[in-house]
């Protein structure tokens, strides 16, 4: 879980529901000062929602990308079904492109963090042509590791059953079993309890499902046209720097390694994620310049 340090909006940023073909999603839109250096979408991991890109929406309209954190279908403050089936890999990546087209301006660089990582891939498999480049940023080739997986189970097999307080209660109970765990404010702690009883049960089991079980898309990355980008804290536990940078190997990715940061750089590094991103986003930009001079 993301947890952001302040829940203050940045600058130039409002807070408004997204209409789209589909339905209506909840973001928070930041526009840059001036002229705008092109779009990013930033699709929020398990767990999560919108809030955990807060750090990183000033530093983004800095460099100069207007840039939209969304809660995904069922996540905190947008409307999703009650029913697992409501949330296949599928649904969630026809969602991404409906919020892309929503946003007008043509094809957007696209982020996914952690399971908003198998989201905005399963978007880019529908409709490559939709965006300029992927950035899976502390997102895996398949499924979490073991420890992962048996927190996962234990949510999975607890949120049918019991009361979502006693769920709560369970998940903070075991957080503050962690040797790196540290307090929250009382602010953040509020918030966090508000996103955990907005979120639908059904999201939270059917990504869970996905975290436990997915397979291996590694071959599946590589064959997308699009400038790919893999970056994670040189800390992070949720998949191993091993496997993460394998993957970032096998499908021609530029390799972002943050250091001091953990399974969230967006929230504790977000001015060097934001340098690795607009570096990446200006190469990527100009590669699609040449070819499309290329063709002329």
């Known amino acids: 879980m993301s947890k952001p340090r302040s829940l203050e909006l940045p600058p130039r940023t409002r807070a408004y529901r997204l209409r789209t073909d589909r339905q209506e999603f909840a973001v928070l839109d930041a526009v840059p000062e001036g002229r705008s250096r092109g779009t990013v979408l930033l699709v929020p991991g398990y767990t999560g929602s919108k809030e955990d890109f807060l750090g990183l929406l000033g530093p983004l309209g800095d460099a100069g990308y207007r840039a939209v954190a969304v809660d995904g279908r069922g996540q905190f403050e947008s409307p999703g079904p009650r029913r697992t089936?409501?949330?296949?890999?599928?649904?969630?990546?026809?969602?991404?492109?409906?919020?892309?087209?929503?946003?007008?301006?043509?094809?957007?660089?696209?982020?996914?963090?952690?399971?908003?990582?198998?989201?905005?891939?399963?978007?880019?498999?529908?409709?490559?042509?939709?965006?300029?480049?992927?950035?899976?940023?502390?997102?895996?080739?398949?499924?979490v590791g073991p420890d992962q997986r048996t927190k996962i189970r234990m949510l999975q097999t607890a949120l049918p059953v019991l009361p979502p307080s006693w769920v709560w209660a369970a998940t903070q109970w075991l957080d503050g079993r962690d040797p790196a765990y540290v307090a929250d404010p009382p602010e953040i702690v509020a918030f966090l309890t508000r996103r955990w009883y907005a979120t639908q049960p059904a999201q939270l089991i059917a990504a869970g499902r996905q975290l436990r079980v997915e397979p291996d898309r590694t071959e599946g990355l590589a064959r997308l046209p699009l400038p790919l980008h893999v970056a994670y804290g040189d800390g992070e536990s949720v998949w191993t720097t091993g496997e993460l940078a394998h993957m970032a190997r096998s499908i021609d990715a530029r390799h972002t390694v943050i250091r001091g940061a953990d399974h969230s750089p967006n929230v504790s590094h977000p001015e060097e994620l934001t340098a690795a991103l607009a570096e990446f986003w200006q190469e990527a930009t100009t590669r699609r310049a040449a070819g499309r001079l290329g063709r002329g």
């Open 85 to 143: 089936a409501g949330y296949t890999p599928r649904t969630l990546g026809a969602d991404v492109l409906a919020q892309v087209a929503a946003l007008g301006g043509g094809p957007v660089h696209l982020v996914g963090h952690s399971f908003g990582g198998f989201v905005a891939r399963s978007a880019a498999r529908l409709d490559p042509s939709a965006f300029l480049s992927l950035t899976l940023l502390a997102s895996g080739p398949g499924r």
